[in-house]
């Protein structure tokens, strides 16, 4: 009897725990869960795409900033 006893409270603890540590793992995430599950599709994550795209743009302010050579301005001003 005392091992039935033993048993049924080892088991319903450990049941307890995976259910504790499954709802601390799922909780932060349970909406965007949710809308995966109803067929929302999340925008992609590219973090390369979007650095290059800053890398361009700085590297054209830098381009844009530096003096015009001087042979180069007499042709833009006769034109």
Not at 39 to 60: C, D, K, M, N, Q
Request: glycine share 2%.
């Amino acid at each position: 009897m005392v091992m039935i006893v033993v048993s049924a409270l080892l088991f319903s603890s450990a049941l307890a725990v995976s259910v504790a540590v499954i709802a601390l793992a799922i909780g932060p995430q349970w909406r965007r869960i949710a809308r995966m599950a109803i067929g929302h599709v999340e925008p992609s994550f590219a973090p390369l795409e979007t650095l290059a795209l800053a890398e361009r743009r700085i590297a054209v302010r830098r381009w844009a900033s530096t003096p015009v050579p001087s042979p180069i301005r007499r042709l833009r001003e006769v034109a």
